[in-house]
Structures are given as structure tokens and as C-alpha cells.
């Protein structure tokens, strides 16, 4: 305990001067330059059972633009065999979370980023959401999304880990006030 204490506080100056503070699931980013925070909840991969050729990430962000003012997004991260390809996300509704059988649809522009990495392909799309979107996801018994691309759809279950991380979330960002 005292080991635990005394290596925190050595930390401490650490985190202070990158300007991050991190819990297990979300991640608070302070930008030097513009002061500017954003919130993150990064790495939230939605696992589906068996060997899949296809990987889905659904990740939320609190941006501020100043003090008073910010805005939510959810993320979503589509990673594949290089053989598989890219899902080539388009603008425009393409994010559809069905939560406790209600539909959201959320609009983007579309896969903005693209990249390869080990034999694998990735592009993410970035989708502007409300507090309310993000409040009702983490606390529905059951959640589907689906991201619609040029090259299929693809379809994932929330699993226990993913409501935890998202509960999380909302309680970090105040998003259920």
C-alpha cells in the first residue's frame, strides 16, 4: 500500500505535464497548446464468438470547444484480413445502434481514415451523437450495432464489457445529468 502510494505520487508530476489523465476505460487528453479537453473511451472492441474475419470497434469522445461547450461522437474502427478488404464506410447514415429495440441512426462522412497494419486493414468513421445517445446505450439490456459499407455490413452484439466500459463512460463525461 505505502509502495503503491509513493509510486503514484511519483507519477503524479507525469501525468501533470502531458496533460492525460486515464482510468482503465476512459481517457482524458488535455491539448498544451489550445487547452482544449476530449474525453475518450478507446479500444472498446465489440468481440463476436468463433474466428471471425472482421474486427468492429464502437469508441465515444467528449470534445470541448471551450469551458461550457462539447460536443459527443462515437467512433467506429472496422479492422480486416488484408484479403477481406476494407468495408469503404460512405457518408451518411451508415452507424445503426438498436438499443433495447429502439434504432438510432447516426450520419457521418464517411471512412475519414485508412490504414494498413500487419496484414490487416482498417478505416474508422466518426459520427456526431448526443449525451442522450450515449446515456441510453450504456444503460440498455441489450445493444446491436451495425456499420453499413460499400462492401457488406457488419453486425455485433454488445457483451458484458462493453456496457461496463460505456457505464464508465457516461459517469466520467456526466453524460447521464
Known amino acids: 500500500m505505502v509502495r503503491a502510494a509513493m509510486l503514484s505520487c511519483a507519477l503524479l508530476p507525469m501525468v501533470l ?17 489550445s487547452g482544449r479537453r476530449t474525453d475518450i473511451l478507446a479500444e472498446n472492441l465489440l468481440d463476436a464468438p468463433g474466428e471471425t474475419r472482421e474486427m468492429l470497434w464502437l469508441n465515444a469522445y467528449r470534445d470541448f470547444e471551450d ?13 480486416a484480413r488484408e484479403e477481406a ?4 464506410i460512405p457518408p451518411g447514415r451508415t452507424l445503426a445502434i438498436i438499443a433495447d429495440g429502439h434504432e438510432m441512426n447516426f450520419t457521418g462522412l464517411g471512412s475519414l481514415t485508412k490504414w494498413d497494419e500487419k496484414g490487416a486493414v482498417f478505416e474508422s468513421a466518426r459520427y456526431e451523437a448526443t449525451a442522450d445517445d450515449i446515456y441510453r446505450i450504456s444503460r440498455a439490456k ?7 459499407g460499400n462492401n457488406g455490413v457488419v453486425v455485433r452484439e454488445f ?5 461496463d466500459k460505456f457505464r464508465k463512460f457516461v459517469e466520467q463525461t456526466g453524460a447521464d445529468m
Open 17 to 33: 505535464v502531458t496533460g492525460c489523465h486515464t482510468s482503465n476505460e476512459v481517457t482524458s487528453y488535455v491539448n498544451p497548446l
Open 67 to 79: 469551458r461550457n461547450h462539447f460536443k459527443y461522437y462515437l467512433e467506429a474502427t472496422y479492422g
Open 85 to 88: 478488404g476494407y468495408l469503404d
Open 142 to 148: 441489450k445493444v446491436s450495432v451495425r456499420v453499413t
Open 159 to 163: 457483451s458484458a464489457e462493453n456496457f
